[in-house]
Protein backbone atom coordinates (compact mmCIF):
# COMPACT_ATOMS: atom_id res chain seq x y z
CA UNK A 1 0.00 0.00 0.00
CA UNK A 2 2.79 2.12 0.81
CA UNK A 3 5.73 2.96 -1.05
CA UNK A 4 9.18 2.40 0.13
CA UNK A 5 10.19 4.65 3.25
CA UNK A 6 13.66 4.68 4.89
CA UNK A 7 14.58 5.41 8.24
CA UNK A 8 13.40 8.09 9.87
CA UNK A 9 15.84 9.10 12.30
CA UNK A 10 14.74 10.75 16.24
CA UNK A 11 17.93 12.87 17.12
CA UNK A 12 17.83 15.16 19.91
CA UNK A 13 20.25 18.02 20.19
CA UNK A 14 23.76 17.08 21.47
CA UNK A 15 25.90 20.18 23.67
CA UNK A 16 29.64 19.73 22.42
CA UNK A 17 32.05 21.70 24.91
CA UNK A 18 35.90 22.36 23.11
CA UNK A 19 38.69 23.59 24.63
CA UNK A 20 39.60 26.90 24.94
CA UNK A 21 42.76 28.57 24.48
CA UNK A 22 43.79 31.69 26.93
CA UNK A 23 45.38 34.61 25.43
CA UNK A 24 48.24 35.99 27.45
CA UNK A 25 50.15 38.94 27.36
CA UNK A 26 53.58 37.13 27.90
CA UNK A 27 56.40 35.40 26.02
CA UNK A 28 55.18 32.09 27.23
CA UNK A 29 53.51 29.41 25.01
CA UNK A 30 49.90 30.22 25.10
CA UNK A 31 48.37 27.24 27.57
CA UNK A 32 45.29 25.28 26.09
CA UNK A 33 42.70 24.80 29.47
CA UNK A 34 39.42 22.63 29.49
CA UNK A 35 36.51 24.66 30.57
CA UNK A 36 35.40 24.08 33.82
CA UNK A 37 32.93 20.93 34.06
CA UNK A 38 30.56 22.62 37.07
CA UNK A 39 29.48 26.03 37.16
CA UNK A 40 28.19 26.19 40.84
CA UNK A 41 28.97 25.37 44.08
CA UNK A 42 27.45 21.87 44.97
CA UNK A 43 24.39 20.89 46.22
CA UNK A 44 23.77 22.12 49.64
CA UNK A 45 23.40 19.21 52.85
CA UNK A 46 20.48 20.58 54.22
CA UNK A 47 18.43 20.76 50.86
CA UNK A 48 15.60 18.70 50.79
CA UNK A 49 14.68 16.69 47.68
CA UNK A 50 12.22 18.66 46.12
CA UNK A 51 14.43 21.58 46.62
CA UNK A 52 17.03 19.54 44.86
CA UNK A 53 14.98 18.88 42.26
CA UNK A 54 13.48 21.64 41.46
CA UNK A 55 17.32 23.33 41.41
CA UNK A 56 18.17 20.56 39.13
CA UNK A 57 15.32 21.75 36.74
CA UNK A 58 16.68 24.96 36.77
CA UNK A 59 19.73 24.03 36.01
CA UNK A 60 19.05 21.76 33.07
CA UNK A 61 17.16 24.34 31.59
CA UNK A 62 19.79 26.43 31.52
CA UNK A 63 22.02 23.72 30.09
CA UNK A 64 23.83 23.11 32.84
CA UNK A 65 23.48 19.63 32.36
CA UNK A 66 26.91 18.35 34.79
CA UNK A 67 25.52 20.46 37.73
CA UNK A 68 22.05 19.42 37.38
CA UNK A 69 22.91 15.73 37.18
CA UNK A 70 24.83 16.48 40.25
CA UNK A 71 21.50 17.84 42.50
CA UNK A 72 19.46 15.42 40.87
CA UNK A 73 21.78 12.11 42.69
CA UNK A 74 22.09 14.51 45.72
CA UNK A 75 18.12 14.40 45.74
CA UNK A 76 18.40 9.93 45.07
CA UNK A 77 20.30 10.03 48.42
CA UNK A 78 17.94 11.86 50.24
CA UNK A 79 15.03 9.74 49.36
CA UNK A 80 16.84 6.46 48.52
CA UNK A 81 17.96 4.74 45.50
CA UNK A 82 14.33 2.71 45.89
CA UNK A 83 11.87 5.10 46.57
CA UNK A 84 9.28 6.39 43.61
CA UNK A 85 10.28 9.86 43.53
CA UNK A 86 14.16 8.18 42.78
CA UNK A 87 12.54 6.93 39.89
CA UNK A 88 11.80 10.67 38.75
CA UNK A 89 15.31 11.88 39.50
CA UNK A 90 16.98 8.96 37.36
CA UNK A 91 14.63 9.73 34.57
CA UNK A 92 15.84 13.47 34.43
CA UNK A 93 19.72 12.51 35.03
CA UNK A 94 19.04 10.42 32.01
CA UNK A 95 17.84 13.25 29.95
CA UNK A 96 20.69 15.31 31.06
CA UNK A 97 23.41 12.45 29.98
CA UNK A 98 21.42 12.03 26.45
CA UNK A 99 21.96 15.95 26.02
CA UNK A 100 25.56 15.01 27.24
CA UNK A 101 25.89 11.86 24.52
CA UNK A 102 26.20 9.68 27.05
CA UNK A 103 24.29 7.15 25.55
CA UNK A 104 25.11 3.97 27.82
CA UNK A 105 25.19 5.82 30.83
CA UNK A 106 21.45 7.60 29.76
CA UNK A 107 20.28 3.68 29.02
CA UNK A 108 21.43 2.34 32.58
CA UNK A 109 19.66 5.41 34.47
CA UNK A 110 16.52 4.80 32.76
CA UNK A 111 16.79 1.12 33.53
CA UNK A 112 17.16 2.30 37.05
CA UNK A 113 14.03 4.26 36.66
CA UNK A 114 12.21 1.54 35.51
CA UNK A 115 13.22 -1.02 37.97
CA UNK A 116 11.79 1.23 40.21
CA UNK A 117 8.47 1.85 38.84
CA UNK A 118 7.80 0.02 36.15
CA UNK A 119 4.90 1.98 35.11
CA UNK A 120 7.08 4.83 34.38
CA UNK A 121 5.69 5.59 31.05
CA UNK A 122 8.44 8.18 30.25
CA UNK A 123 11.28 6.40 31.39
CA UNK A 124 9.94 3.81 28.73
CA UNK A 125 9.87 6.53 26.15
CA UNK A 126 13.19 7.67 26.99
CA UNK A 127 15.14 4.15 26.95
CA UNK A 128 13.14 3.86 23.43
CA UNK A 129 14.92 6.48 21.90
CA UNK A 130 18.51 5.32 23.45
CA UNK A 131 17.98 2.36 21.58
CA UNK A 132 16.46 4.24 18.36
CA UNK A 133 19.96 6.32 18.43
CA UNK A 134 22.09 3.36 18.56
CA UNK A 135 19.51 1.85 15.78
CA UNK A 136 18.41 -0.75 17.53
CA UNK A 137 15.12 -0.39 16.47
CA UNK A 138 13.18 -3.76 17.63
CA UNK A 139 13.99 -2.65 21.20
CA UNK A 140 13.30 1.20 20.47
CA UNK A 141 9.54 -0.49 19.40
CA UNK A 142 9.26 -2.52 22.59
CA UNK A 143 9.71 -0.10 24.67
CA UNK A 144 7.88 2.63 22.84
CA UNK A 145 5.04 0.18 23.46
CA UNK A 146 5.38 -0.16 27.06
CA UNK A 147 5.15 3.31 26.78
CA UNK A 148 1.95 3.26 25.43
CA UNK A 149 0.35 0.90 27.31
CA UNK A 150 0.89 3.74 29.94
CA UNK A 151 -0.52 6.43 28.39
CA UNK A 152 -2.31 5.32 24.94
CA UNK A 153 -3.23 8.53 24.17
CA UNK A 154 -0.02 10.28 24.11
CA UNK A 155 0.72 11.69 20.63
CA UNK A 156 4.81 11.89 21.04
CA UNK A 157 4.54 8.36 22.09
CA UNK A 158 2.23 7.43 18.98
CA UNK A 159 4.93 9.42 16.44
CA UNK A 160 8.02 8.44 18.03
CA UNK A 161 6.96 4.22 17.67
CA UNK A 162 5.84 5.85 14.18
CA UNK A 163 9.62 6.39 13.08
CA UNK A 164 11.10 3.25 14.81
CA UNK A 165 8.66 1.43 12.90
CA UNK A 166 9.52 3.81 9.39
CA UNK A 167 13.16 2.80 10.41
CA UNK A 168 12.91 -0.91 10.93
CA UNK A 169 10.79 -0.58 7.38
CA UNK A 170 7.56 -1.74 8.73
CA UNK A 171 5.41 1.08 6.95
CA UNK A 172 2.09 0.01 7.52
CA UNK A 173 2.74 -0.10 10.96
CA UNK A 174 4.53 3.40 10.73
CA UNK A 175 1.87 4.83 9.21
CA UNK A 176 -0.87 3.59 11.88
CA UNK A 177 1.04 5.33 14.55
CA UNK A 178 1.55 8.43 12.60
CA UNK A 179 -2.22 8.73 11.87
CA UNK A 180 -2.99 8.10 15.44
CA UNK A 181 -0.26 10.89 16.54
CA UNK A 182 -2.00 13.05 14.01
CA UNK A 183 -5.84 12.09 15.31
CA UNK A 184 -4.45 12.97 19.18
CA UNK A 185 -2.45 15.97 18.29
CA UNK A 186 -2.99 17.76 14.64
CA UNK A 187 0.04 19.81 14.83
CA UNK A 188 2.63 17.42 16.03
CA UNK A 189 4.25 17.32 13.15
CA UNK A 190 4.73 21.09 12.23
CA UNK A 191 5.34 22.09 16.29
CA UNK A 192 7.91 19.20 16.16
CA UNK A 193 9.56 20.43 12.64
CA UNK A 194 10.10 23.99 14.04
CA UNK A 195 11.92 22.99 17.16
CA UNK A 196 13.49 20.26 15.79
CA UNK A 197 13.30 17.68 18.95
CA UNK A 198 11.73 14.55 17.10
CA UNK A 199 11.61 13.75 13.67
CA UNK A 200 14.98 14.83 11.54
CA UNK A 201 15.48 12.31 8.51
CA UNK A 202 19.01 10.98 8.30
CA UNK A 203 18.86 12.40 4.03
CA UNK A 204 17.28 14.35 2.07
CA UNK A 205 15.62 12.17 0.26
CA UNK A 206 14.03 10.76 3.68
CA UNK A 207 12.81 14.24 4.13
CA UNK A 208 11.28 14.61 1.19
CA UNK A 209 9.56 11.41 1.06
CA UNK A 210 8.30 11.95 4.90
CA UNK A 211 7.11 15.48 3.55
CA UNK A 212 5.38 13.56 0.73
CA UNK A 213 3.79 11.08 3.31
CA UNK A 214 2.62 13.70 5.38
CA UNK A 215 1.00 15.38 2.34
CA UNK A 216 -0.83 12.20 1.53
CA UNK A 217 -2.17 11.76 5.23
CA UNK A 218 -3.33 15.21 5.22
CA UNK A 219 -5.03 15.27 2.37
CA UNK A 220 -6.97 11.99 3.21
CA UNK A 221 -7.75 13.59 6.71
CA UNK A 222 -9.03 16.34 4.01
CA UNK A 223 -6.72 19.30 5.60
CA UNK A 224 -5.91 20.65 2.23
CA UNK A 225 -3.86 23.81 3.38
CA UNK A 226 -1.74 21.05 4.92
CA UNK A 227 -1.52 19.06 2.06
CA UNK A 228 -0.50 21.09 -0.55
CA UNK A 229 2.26 22.66 2.50
CA UNK A 230 3.98 19.36 2.69
CA UNK A 231 3.11 18.58 -1.00
CA UNK A 232 5.33 21.59 -1.79
CA UNK A 233 8.15 20.87 0.88
CA UNK A 234 8.28 17.43 -0.93
CA UNK A 235 9.49 19.05 -4.33
CA UNK A 236 11.16 22.15 -2.34
CA UNK A 237 13.30 18.76 -1.02
CA UNK A 238 13.37 17.30 -3.96
CA UNK A 239 10.83 14.71 -4.03
CA UNK A 240 11.61 12.15 -7.37
CA UNK A 241 8.41 10.46 -7.64
CA UNK A 242 5.98 13.58 -7.33
CA UNK A 243 4.05 12.09 -10.45
CA UNK A 244 2.82 9.63 -7.47
CA UNK A 245 0.39 12.45 -6.83
CA UNK A 246 -2.10 11.68 -9.97
CA UNK A 247 -2.19 7.98 -8.92
CA UNK A 248 -2.52 7.67 -5.14
CA UNK A 249 -5.93 7.77 -4.04
CA UNK A 250 -4.91 9.87 -0.82
CA UNK A 251 -4.99 13.11 -3.28
CA UNK A 252 -8.36 12.41 -4.93
CA UNK A 253 -10.15 14.87 -3.58
CA UNK A 254 -7.34 17.63 -3.44
CA UNK A 255 -7.17 17.23 -7.16
CA UNK A 256 -9.98 18.64 -7.32
CA UNK A 257 -8.34 22.07 -5.61
CA UNK A 258 -7.33 24.64 -8.07
CA UNK A 259 -4.40 25.21 -5.68
CA UNK A 260 -2.92 21.70 -6.69
CA UNK A 261 -3.48 22.35 -10.47
CA UNK A 262 -1.37 25.94 -10.16
CA UNK A 263 1.24 23.93 -7.48
CA UNK A 264 2.07 21.56 -10.20
CA UNK A 265 1.74 23.64 -13.19
CA UNK A 266 4.52 25.69 -11.70
CA UNK A 267 6.04 23.41 -8.99
CA UNK A 268 8.78 25.40 -6.87
CA UNK A 269 12.97 24.59 -7.80
CA UNK A 270 14.04 21.60 -5.85
CA UNK A 271 16.64 23.42 -2.96
CA UNK A 272 19.90 22.13 -2.85
Given at each position: ?H??I?A???L???I??????I???T??????????????E???????????????????????????I????????K?????????VL???????Q????????????????????????K?Y???????????????A???????L??????????????????????L??A????A????????????????????????????????Y????????MG????????????M????K????????????Q??????????????P????
Open positions: MRQFSILLVLFTGLCLAQDTQAIPITPPPTRRIPPPANATAQDLDERGDQLRGEKAFLDADYFQAGIKVGSKDPFAAYNKIGICMQLGRWVEARKSFEKAIKIDKNYSANNLAVVHYQSKKYGRIKNYKRAEMEPENASYHSNLGSAYFAHKEDNMTEYKALQLDPDIFERRSSVGIVAQMSSPEDRAHFSVLAKMYAQQFDKALLYLRRAEEGYDINNVYQDGEFALRKDQRFTALMSQPPAIP
